[in-house]
């Protein structure tokens, strides 16, 4: 395989979580008993643009299909950080009923509502038909495409160039990077700001977070080879923040390399230097992932199988591709975890893919009371023990395993 930015033949392993189906291809009562599509799960390092990537398995189309289950609105943590972002956003640019904002997978229309509310004209570009059928609920235009080089033409022809572009957490999905960079210069105005958020590769590396890796997700990115890519393709970085979602990430802030309003902020060069400091471009980096992820799998299938013989009930929270990855390396089923319970009504009466533990409603906790909650989505475990804070009125506790074990 070939790097997906600089087509250097790929030789570096980082991690192989063995074989599971795409994370967010749940199942049905009708599909429960037919054969599901098991892909290698292995992941590899670019040794010359340090490009962090999937091994290229799993068709494109396989992954985000009309059904998609990811509806971001159900996660009152992420609300709040859209809410906060625009807020931001309309006063660094000065937005106003004079702007167009443009959102690239605006999924349920979660963020761009809030840009709405400003009375500021935007849209989204959203390629899954459930959650653009979500957004258009709440109002919001969406034109239903992937986006690319070629889909940019045509909205800058059909609908002008945009002073914001925002791309939060959809670098990873993209298998083309290249081209789909090169749509934001088109598509921005000669002094537009684009701005994408991510999780940091320096936090998946440091803090065991290998359940961030899944088949829908094809690169993981460092600073360093953001930069990298995004000046091969026509867009220059000239601030970046550190933000605490998903377990730590970044907010890159780019203009087109000719642009000259933004000033590059001394932020840039300091992250650079910590990246080039730790060794992030250096193969040393990357050794000894492996061992991390497999003692991790080893600690949960001991946990949940020592609750078992003593007698304890043990349910999850959040049925989200994290968990997925996690159950499926482990492989663990419905022998060792009863079910797991989600907000979203989507997955609800599903099964989860791979382990096909059943997904149900909040009520079966309750009716339940299981001894032990694990909370699959750790990045939201504030919000989630917050929500379910009743579990301790039976004694309940809850657990987390990234990046090591808590019983909380």
Known sequence: MKCRHCQTELTLPLV??????????????????????????????CTECWLVQTEDIVDF??????????????????????????????TRFNLSGQSKVVEVAANDGYLLQYVKLKNIPCYGVEPTHSTAMAARERGIDIVEEFFNEQSALLLKKQRGQADLIIANNVLAH?????????????????????????????????????????????????????????????LRVFDVEQVQTHGGSLRIYAQRSEAVRHKVNERVAELQKKEDSIG?????????FQEKADK????????????????????????AAKGNTLMNYAGIRSDLIS?????????????MPGSRLPIADENRLKDDKPDYVIILPWNL?????????????????FVVFIPELKVL
Do not use: C
């Not at 993209?174 to 210069?185: E, H, L, R, W």
């Not at 471009?281 to 000894?288: E, L, P, S, V, W």
């Open 16 to 45: 192989d979580l063995g074989s599971s189906p795409p994370s967010n291809a749940y199942l049905t009562k009708e599909t429960l008993h037919a054969p599901e599509k098991y892909f290698p799960l292995r992941v590899l390092v």
């Open 61 to 90: 189309d396989e992954m985000f299909s009309e059904d998609y289950a990811y509806f971001s609105s159900f996660s009152g943590t992420w609300l709040k950080h859209a809410r906060n972002y625009v807020e931001r956003m309309v």
């Open 174 to 234: 993209v298998p083309d990077i290249n081209d789909f960079m090169k749509g934001f210069v088109r598509l921005l105005k000669p002094e537009g700001v684009a701005s994408f958020e991510f999780p940091h590769l320096l936090n998946l590396v440091q803090f065991n977070q290998f359940d961030t890796i899944y088949h829908e997700h094809f690169s993981y990115l460092s600073f360093t080879t953001i930069r990298v890519i995004f000046e091969a393709n026509g």
């Open 280 to 288: 992030m471009n250096t193969i040393g980096f990357y050794k000894g």
């Open 296 to 319: 991790i799998k080893m600690v949960f299938i001991t946990f949940l199988i020592e609750a078992k013989q003593q007698g304890k009930s043990v349910a999850a929270y959040g049925a």
């Open 339 to 351: 079910y797991v319970v989600d907000k979203n009504p989507a997955k609800q009466g599903g099964y």
């Open 381 to 397: 475990q504030e919000e989630i023990t917050d929500q379910l804070k009743y579990i301790r009125e039976w004694h309940g506790k």
